[in-house]
């Protein structure tokens, strides 16, 4: 019973500071849940235990996963974190509407608006937390230390796959596994979309070169809170992505070769195709290329 308070109180108190953390007050979280601005503020001063219906509600507004919440509050108790880390995390996990380019384009391209983009980055983003914070708990290194980068490139795609065909309004569907194209339309506006995943500045690139329209992501390895430094030395262990781009490629932009490590040939994106895509999204701080100018990369447009 004594771990039991632990975790419920360290589930308010997680609760009250991502709602301080998010300037909302108490009036505007009991809106935002459908619970009394009583309850809350009772809850909140442990006076009174969530049922699961509530702490639902309260996940649910804070647009969170439960599961998440109550294992963010069982790392705490044991001591493997603490709220102030937590909350902060939280706050720069989201992805930023300030690091989107060219939503014109992206729209234009394949049927998407920029809401769609950024929910399927955060809902991949929570799925990868959610499973790395299950493997701190049982004393476990997070994933991206358990599985090789071409597999963590593959399970991200997927997910990033799955939170666009989620988060689309019924636009796209996801294909079966290992089967082009990635994403299936469902609607006028959507088009046969194939999905692409590259680690730092290496070419998204897989084993069969297709002509039509393609998504590209490039994510780093950082820390927690997003600190990156370059170099394979340095990498960290969460999943941030840095780059998003969308275009037309035909069967000449892509380069074959056989790699060691992959099943057959290897069929990479072109450096000059991949610079003339559409950039959707960029975030400058986890830029992996060893100069930058003025915010700019080779490929920015």
């Known amino acids: 019973m004594a771990k039991e308070a632990g975790v419920t109180s360290a589930f308010i108190e997680l609760v009250k500071k991502i709602r301080e953390q998010r300037s909302l007050t108490l009036e505007q979280l009991a809106d935002l849940t459908g619970v009394h601005r009583t309850t809350i503020g009772l809850l909140e001063r442990n006076e009174r235990t ?11 507004a804070l647009k969170m996963p439960l599961s998440e919440l109550i294992q963010e ?6 001591g493997k974190s603490n709220v102030e880390l937590l909350v902060e995390f939280h706050k720069k996990r989201k992805p930023n509407h300030g690091n989107l380019r060219n939503e014109d384009k992206l729209l234009q391209t394949i049927g998407i608006d920029s809401h769609t983009l950024l929910s399927a980055i955060d809902s991949c983003y929570q799925t990868l937390d959610i499973i790395d914070e299950q493997l701190i708990g049982k004393g476990a290194l997070p994933m991206a230390h358990l599985v090789e980068l071409a597999n963590l490139s593959s399970m991200v795609g997927n997910m990033i796959g799955g939170g666009i065909a989620d988060h689309s309004n019924g636009l796209y569907s996801r294909n079966k596994p290992h089967t082009y194209p990635d994403l ?3 609607s006028a506006k959507a088009v046969d979309l194939e999905l692409k995943m590259a680690l730092e500045t290496n070419k998204p690139k897989g084993h069969l070169p297709k002509s039509g329209t393609y998504i ?6 950082a820390d927690k809170l997003g600190n990156y430094f370059r170099g394979k030395e340095n990498r960290g262990d969460t999943v ?3 780059e998003v781009k969308v275009g ?10 056989n790699t060691d490590g992959d099943s057959g040939k290897t069929a990479s994106i072109k450096t000059e195709a991949h610079n003339n895509m559409h950039l959707v999204y960029y975030v400058p701080e986890h830029l992996p290329y060893a100069s930058k100018s003025d915010g700019k990369y080779v490929g920015f447009n």
């Open 240 to 242: 941030w992505i840095w």
């Open 50 to 60: 969530p049922t699961l219906q509530v702490a639902t509600q309260i996940a649910n």
């Open 248 to 257: 037309f490629l035909t069967e000449e932009d892509f380069s074959c070769s």
């Open 184 to 186: 299936l339309p469902q």
């Open 216 to 221: 590209t992501f490039r994510y780093v390895l």
């Open 73 to 78: 509050a069982e790392l705490i108790v044991s």
